[in-house]
T-cell receptor, first 115, second 114 residues
Framework: AQTVTQSQPEMSVQEAETVTLSCTYD???????LFWYKQPPSRQMILVIR??????QNATENRFSVNFQKAAKSFSLKISDSQLGDTAMYFC????????????FGQGTRLTINP | SQTIHQWPATLVQPVGSPLSLECTVE??????LYWYRQAAGRGLQLLFY??????ISSEVPQNLSASRPQDRQFILSSKKLLLSDSGFYLC?????????????FGNGTRLTVT
């Protein structure tokens, strides 16, 4: 079974700084999808960014980008010019392309942006 | 566009009472449906998923059950709640047959069993 590990339970940075959240996963598959979700204090789960494993180019969405290292099974999220509204729990998630479409989540990183 | 509705938002129930959480999806047919639980503000644990009516899979043995009475309706139930059932429950859907389709989540239900 696939597992997703987020080794940073909490992080804190100053507004406008750049922060990188780490995520590693374990799978024997060659093709899969990876996602980052954000959960603000409202607890709504919001998709931040997604990456297809067969694409070498790292995904970007405005201030959010990923560093996808397939061989290392690493999928980190970089937030540039961080804003107070980025304060949230961030979850890394894995979806296999075999069998049912299920997301496996990491334990999350609580990110606080300080003014 | 697709939307998902989940209710109630908050629920306080005594131990031993029944439970029914409901989730409906609009704007798409035959979605994949999911129930996740989040304990203590940490990771999400998949409880049930469904790829169609009468096709429901359970991921972990527990005191809960799920049903899908209609194509876009997913219900999480319990006959007798336990204290350990307290948590934040999230319903989600994805588009059938598309691994690139992310999960879209409802607003969640905060369940407190007293």
């Amino acid at each position: 079974a696939q597992t997703v590990t987020q080794s940073q339970p909490e992080m804190s940075v100053q507004e406008a700084e750049t922060v990188t959240l780490s995520c590693t996963y374990d799978t024997s598959e060659n093709n899969y999808y990876l996602f980052w979700y954000k959960q603000p204090p409202s607890r709504q789960m919001i998709l931040v960014i997604r990456q297809e494993a067969y694409k070498q180019q790292n995904a970007t969405e405005n201030r959010f980008s990923v560093n996808f290292q397939k061989a290392a099974k690493s999928f980190s999220l970089k937030i540039s010019d961080s804003q107070l509204g980025d304060t949230a729990m961030y979850f890394c998630a894995f979806m296999s392309t075999q069998g049912a479409q299920k997301l496996v989540f990491g334990q999350g990183t609580r990110l606080t942006i300080n003014p | 566009s697709q939307t998902i509705h989940q209710w109630p938002a908050t629920l306080v129930q005594p131990v031993g009472s029944p439970l029914s959480l409901e989730c409906t999806v609009e704007g798409t047919s035959n979605p994949n449906l999911y129930w996740y639980r989040q304990a203590a503000g940490r990771g999400l644990q998949l409880l049930f998923y469904s790829i169609g009516i009468d096709q429901i899979s359970s991921e972990v043995p527990q005191n809960l059950s799920a049903s899908r009475p209609q194509d876009r309706q997913f219900i999480l139930s319990s006959k007798k709640l336990l204290l350990s059932d307290s948590g934040f429950y999230l319903c989600a859907f994805s588009l059938q047959g598309s691994y690139n389709s992310p999960l879209h989540f409802g607003n969640g239900t905060r369940l407190t069993v007293t």
